[in-house]
Nanobody
Framework: QVQLVESGGGLVQPGGSLRLSCAASGFTFSRYPMNWYRQAPGNERDLVAGITRTGGITNYADSVKGQFTISRDNAKNTVYLQMNSLKPEDTAVYYC?????????WGQGTQVTVSS
């Protein structure tokens, strides 16, 4: 079955960095685009970044352009989100997402808290 497992979240001070990972299994990872979303308390789940199958094209929410970088390693079936210059407003649960055979799949999420 399709599984997406995020890791790498935690507590970081403003200005710090974190790298999130999402390990995928149960489907041919290299054939599918991947996305990162985030959801802060009381807010909707918003798209943060996306990457095409080969990694050749990426897109970002305006709020994280120049701050976050999405990448993937198809040999490791893993997608990453490098987050730099973190701000308190980046605090959220971060989710990995893909759509396989028309069905949406989400990971369990990883908490990122930016606070001094």
């Amino acid at each position: 079955q399709v599984q997406l497992v995020e890791s790498g979240g935690g507590l970081v001070q403003p200005g710090g960095s974190l790298r999130l990972s999402c390990a995928a299994s149960g489907f041919t990872f290299s054939r599918y685009p991947m996305n990162w979303y985030r959801q802060a308390p009381g807010n909707e789940r918003d798209l943060v970044a996306g990457i095409t199958r080969t990694g050749g094209i990426t897109n970002y929410a305006d709020s994280v352009k120049g701050q976050f970088t999405i990448s993937r390693d198809n040999a490791k079936n893993t997608v990453y989100l490098q987050m730099n210059s973190l701000k308190p407003e980046d605090t959220a649960v971060y989710y990995c997402y893909t759509s396989y055979a028309g069905v949406p799949y989400w990971g369990q999420g990883t908490q990122v808290t930016v606070s001094s």
